[in-house]
C-alpha cells in the first residue's frame, strides 16, 4: 500500500488560501482504480471528507467546499495537493490524506494527519 505524508503551513490567516501536499511513497498515485482523498476533522468533531482525486486525475468535491476546494496532483513527484480558498476560523481541524480502491470505499492508506489552524 501506498504510504502517505501529509506537508504544509500550519497557521493561515483568515480569507487566505490553504494549500496542504501529500506525498505518496512505497506505490504510485496513478495505480488503477484508487482514489486519493483529503479529510478533515474539526476540533469535537468527526471525520469530514472534503474531496478526492482519481488515478485517471478525475476530481470530486464535498458539495459543501465544492465552491472553495481544488485537488491536484503531480505525478513526476508522486503527489496530489489540497487548495482551500477563503478560510475562516471553521476550517480549523486536522487535515489527513487517505487513498484506497474506490471512491469512498475505504481507505487503506492515512497520512499522519497535520494540523491547520486559522487566526489572525
Known amino acids: 500500500q501506498v504510504q502517505l505524508q501529509e506537508s504544509g503551513p500550519g497557521l493561515v490567516k483568515p480569507s487566505q488560501t490553504r494549500s496542504l501536499t501529500c506525498t505518496g511513497s512505497v506505490g504510485s498515485i496513478t495505480t488503477n482504480y484508487h482514489y486519493w482523498s483529503w479529510i478533515r476533522q474539526p476540533p469535537g468533531t468527526g471525520l469530514e471528507w472534503m474531496g478526492a482525486?482519481?488515478?485517471?486525475?478525475?476530481?470530486y468535491y464535498s458539495p459543501p467546499l465544492k465552491s472553495r476546494t481544488s485537488i491536484s496532483r503531480d505525478t513526476s513527484k508522486n503527489q496530489f495537493t489540497l487548495q482551500l480558498s477563503s478560510v475562516t476560523p471553521e476550517d480549523t481541524a486536522v487535515y489527513y490524506c487517505a487513498g484506497g480502491v474506490g471512491l469512498l470505499a475505504g481507505f487503506g492508506s492515512w497520512g499522519q494527519g497535520t494540523q491547520v489552524t486559522v487566526s489572525s
Open positions: 482525486i482519481a488515478y485517471s486525475g478525475s476530481t
